[in-house]
């Protein structure tokens, strides 16, 4: 019902920007809210920032002022600005996407495939 494409991940130097992209592709089904979490190997995934509907955001602490979450309704896209990036930004960031299918109660989760950002020191 939901199909997520992310990209623009790639290899950055310290202090250098990079924008992700995510494509939804709906049926059957009512998004309510769309946002970003990243990954590093061992440890949990961890929510980054997210973006309803109307165009709230709401970021963790880890990146306000740095990161910003954006969304284009006619394109279906979800867009991460990721400015002044740092080592520590190195992850692999997934796309996610909220809502129910039509009819349905409780609220699903989808996810993207995942991009891999890497910060150089």
């Known amino acids: 019902q939901v199909q997520l494409v992310e990209s623009g991940g790639g290899l950055v130097q310290t202090g250098g920007s990079l924008r992700l992209s995510c494509a939804a592709s709906?049926?059957?089904?009512?998004?309510?809210?769309m946002g970003w979490y990243r990954q590093v190997p061992g440890k949990q995934r961890e929510w980054v920032a997210a973006?309803?509907?109307?165009?709230?955001?709401n970021y963790a602490d880890f990146v306000k002022g740095r990161f910003t979450i954006s969304r284009d309704s006619a394109k279906n896209t979800v867009y991460l600005q990721m400015n002044s990036l740092k080592p520590d930004d190195t992850a692999v960031y997934y796309c996610?996407?909220?809502?129910?299918?039509?009819?349905?109660?409780?609220?699903?989760?989808?996810w993207g495939q995942g991009t891999q950002v890497t910060v150089s020191s």
């Open positions: 996610n996407a909220k809502g129910q299918a039509y009819g349905a109660v409780i609220e699903s989760d989808y």
């Open positions: 709906v049926k059957f089904f009512t998004i309510n809210a």
């Open positions: 973006i309803t509907t109307r165009s709230a955001t």
